[in-house]
């Protein structure tokens, strides 16, 4: 089976995600922002999309066509369409989505489709959005996937895929998630449950794994990997009001979704001396957003990134003490990118061996990956870590 997952807004970041949960498929990048998937078996593209925070739709490929003429384009679309559009009660709602260039006229492709399936006797309704491709607010809110269809045409170098959409990115549970949630501390910042998704699947661990954040904030990681299924989660602050917020929002969050119990201890106390609560080589993985730095007043940065260091060598020194030999971290490390250049951490990590990935990033120059948009101060790097042998 061909399955296309469209990346999100850091697609570097949602192909080592999807790598690191499927590592046995095969991939391709067939387009800028659209993953190609090659799977033996079927996979359960709901529970995918759940999981998965940097994928935007996954759907079935079921085309590919060599330099097709307008013709065979309809004729593709129309086979993608007509056998849904026949059982449907009412007026069918379809939409046309394209990726890897603007090849095709979708005013063009969007009005003969629709003349075909009113000559095959079938009502429809064109929906169409404001950029070549469809989000999935549009996708959603025109029952595209319950009542309708959304077709896929990826322009690649050497072929034309066509493609349906089959899910696309929960938006209303993680908005809920994440501005819904009774404990919020928006001076401290609030981590997005998406990127929280992205760091619990880059630790590559299965659910009987062992899950720790020591800067456990308002809860989201822990959260968001009960979501997942892990069984053993254990959560710590130096603040007591961050352990009030994470327990108020995990009480929350159970109740609402009538989670199972699992074994969860939150603990307050400093993540430099985390050893004095756990036992020796018992976490299978960290993943954890520490302390930033102000997000607002940057005037002494050199003082900053002096003191972050500090702070970083230290709590990286004490999860050695807790980690599992074969354990991962997955932690987050400031980038403050309104400096010219931008001014990164270099915390030592001695007992630690860095994972790199595929490329060098530009702005650290380090094999890491980047999250931010344009407007943040702070940019997030996203640094994994396994114990040194």
């Given amino acids: 089976m061909k399955y296309f997952f469209q990346l999100g807004s850091h697609p570097e970041i949602?192909?080592?995600e999807i790598k690191a949960v499927f590592p046995q498929i095969t991939t391709q990048l067939v387009a800028s922002d659209i993953l190609m998937v090659e799977s033996k078996e079927n996979i359960d593209t709901l529970e995918t999309i759940k999981r998965l925070g940097g994928t935007i739709k996954i759907g079935l490929i079921t085309k590919e066509l060599n330099k097709p003429r307008l013709k065979e384009m309809l004729d593709a679309i129309a086979d993608e369409l007509k056998p849904k559009a026949e059982m449907a009660e009412s007026k069918f709602p379809y939409g046309l989505s394209q990726y890897g260039g603007g090849k095709w006229n979708l005013k063009v492709l969007g009005m003969e489709t629709k003349k075909e399936l009113?000559?095959?006797g079938i009502s429809s309704r064109w929906v169409t959005g404001q950029e070549a491709t469809l989000s999935s607010v549009v996708v959603e809110q025109n029952h595209l996937l319950d009542k309708g269809a959304e077709v896929i045409i990826i322009n690649s170098q050497d072929k034309i895929y066509i493609g349906r959409t089959l899910v696309v990115q929960l938006f209303k549970e993680l908005s809920a998630r994440d501005y819904g949630r009774p404990g919020r501390d928006d001076y401290s910042g609030m981590l997005p449950p998406k990127l929280a998704q992205m760091m619990i699947n880059l630790a590559g661990q299965d659910m009987k794994a062992t899950i720790?954040?020591?800067?456990?904030?308002?809860?989201?990681?822990?959260?968001?990997?009960?979501?997942?299924?892990?069984?053993?989660?254990?959560?710590?602050?130096?603040?007591?009001?961050?352990?009030?917020d994470t327990s108020t929002n995990l009480r929350w969050l159970a109740e609402k979704l009538k989670l199972k119990p699992i074994k969860l201890e939150l603990e307050t106390i400093s993540a430099t001396e985390i050893s004095k609560w756990l036992k020796p080589n018992s976490v299978d993985a960290i993943i954890t957003e520490p302390y930033l730095g102000p997000a607002r007043n940057q005037d002494n940065l050199g003082r900053i990134v002096s003191e972050l260091d500090h702070l970083y060598a230290q709590t990286l020194k004490e999860m050695l003490r807790v980690i599992k030999p074969t354990g991962v971290v997955v932690m987050l490390w400031p980038v403050?990118?309104?400096s010219n250049p931008a001014t990164k951490i270099n915390p030592s990590f001695s007992g630690w061996k860095l994972i790199q990935t595929e490329n060098e990033n530009r702005i650290t120059k380090r094999h890491t990956l980047?999250?931010?948009?344009v407007g943040q101060k702070v940019w997030r790097e996203i640094v994994i870590l396994k114990p040194v042998k």
Avoid: H, N
Wanted: net charge positive; with cysteine; charged share 15%.
């Fill in 14 to 16: 949602s192909i080592a």
């Fill in 118 to 120: 009113q000559a095959a």
């Fill in 212 to 244: 720790l954040d020591p800067f456990c904030g308002s809860g989201t990681i822990l959260a968001e990997s009960w979501l997942m299924g892990y069984q053993k989660i254990y959560g710590s602050d130096l603040s007591s009001k961050a352990i009030a």
């Fill in 336 to 338: 403050f990118v309104k």
């Fill in 370 to 373: 980047i999250y931010g948009r």
